[in-house]
């Protein structure tokens, strides 16, 4: 019996209370990875919920701590996902970010020292906002001679030394140079590829998270 009319009312009440700050506190805790990449992130020529960024989002969703912000887009240059990280870094407050940018600039023959600084000042941008930073190494085809091919390819471990970041060290390791898993241009993988791609990520991410 209760000890006075409307004590199950109260009592319900009091629970609901609890469980709405339990579900706020787990909202607090959860943590925003930003993904600044370019068309190989953005899902280029498949749909975009079969590309390795929502796979990634899909392992997180395991754990429940991470929600993942996808802000690639086709074509993007290291020179543009600087321009574009101050606001993104304002907008999502990200914990961690992952920088997949470069590889146009090699295909465009951009200034080896170009692409370095600004792989940089994005790392310095997401530490002034209190994220970490995964760089992403890409490699490109000898278009431009052996000499720029081979100083693009060491500009990301240069950086990630420099730095003391976690490098992928070939986005596309065991992908690039597979039978089926390329899309005809050539350059961006296909659906097949993408869980490839995340594999070759989650090694050095995982230990971040």
């Known amino acids: 019996m209760s000890i006075f009319p409307g004590y199950h009312l109260i009592a319900a009440a009091r629970n609901l209370v609890l469980l709405a ?15 600044l990449g370019d068309s190989l992130s953005a899902g280029y020529g498949i749909d975009i919920e079969q590309g390795w960024v929502q796979l990634l989002q899909d392992r997180l969703d395991q754990r429940g701590d991470f929600t993942v912000v996808n802000a690639s887009i086709g074509g993007e240059t290291t020179g543009g996902g600087l321009a574009r990280l101050p606001d993104l870094l304002k907008e999502f407050q990200p914990d961690l ?20 600084r600004n792989l940089t000042a994005m790392v310095e941008l997401n530490r002034a906002a209190g994220a970490a930073t995964l760089l992403v190494g890409i490699q490109i085809p000898p278009n431009y001679g052996a000499r720029y091919t081979r100083q693009f390819s060491a500009v990301f471990p240069q950086v990630a030394e420099e730095l003391s970041l976690p490098l992928v060290p070939f986005f596309l390791d065991k992908v690039a140079l597979r039978e089926g898993a390329m899309q005809s241009d050539g350059i961006h993988p296909n659906t097949s590829a993408q869980p490839q791609m995340l594999d070759n990520v989650w090694p050095y991410l995982e230990p971040m998270l």
């Not at 700050?21 to 993904?35: I, P, R, Y």
């Not at 920088?99 to 600039?105: A, K, M």
């Open 97 to 116: 970010v992952i920088v997949e940018l470069g590889g146009n600039d090699g295909l465009r023959g951009h200034p080896i020292k170009l692409i370095r």
């Open 21 to 35: 700050l339990l579900l706020l506190s787990g909202a607090a805790q959860a943590k925003t990875l930003l993904v």
